[in-house]
């Protein structure tokens, strides 16, 4: 590189806030997030957000897909509990 550039590897570190100590401005900006993905189509949502953008209802059919019978539920029970619903927290915070 003729102009001396640098490269370096960058940490991207999330960091969840509890609601209630959330600045008036961060409130806003999670409740207006919030009504994009209740009433954003996931078609919509990529096209305008990009590919991870994913609709609530698709959320809301994953967790009743995997979780909807008391006898079957992926999702509750045993060692999936906290990968999966971190999995889905992750993915929901992307959208």
């Known amino acids: 590189n003729k102009l001396g550039g640098t490269s370096v590897d960058a ?10 100590t959330l600045s ?3 409130r806003e900006a999670f409740f207006t ?8 189509s996931t078609d919509e949502g990529r096209a305008t957000y990009g590919s991870q ?6 959320f809301i059919i ?6 909807g019978k008391l006898d079957c539920d992926h999702l509750h029970g045993g060692l999936g509990f ?6 889905m927290t992750l993915n929901f915070e992307r959208s």
């Open 33 to 40: 997030a919030m009504e994009v993905i209740y009433g954003t």
């Open 82 to 87: 906290l990968p999966q619903h971190a999995a």
């Open 11 to 20: 940490i991207c570190k999330y960091v969840r806030r509890e609601m209630r």
């Open 24 to 26: 008036d401005d961060d």
């Open 53 to 58: 953008y994913k609709s609530a209802e698709d």
């Open 62 to 67: 994953i967790h009743n897909t995997l979780s």
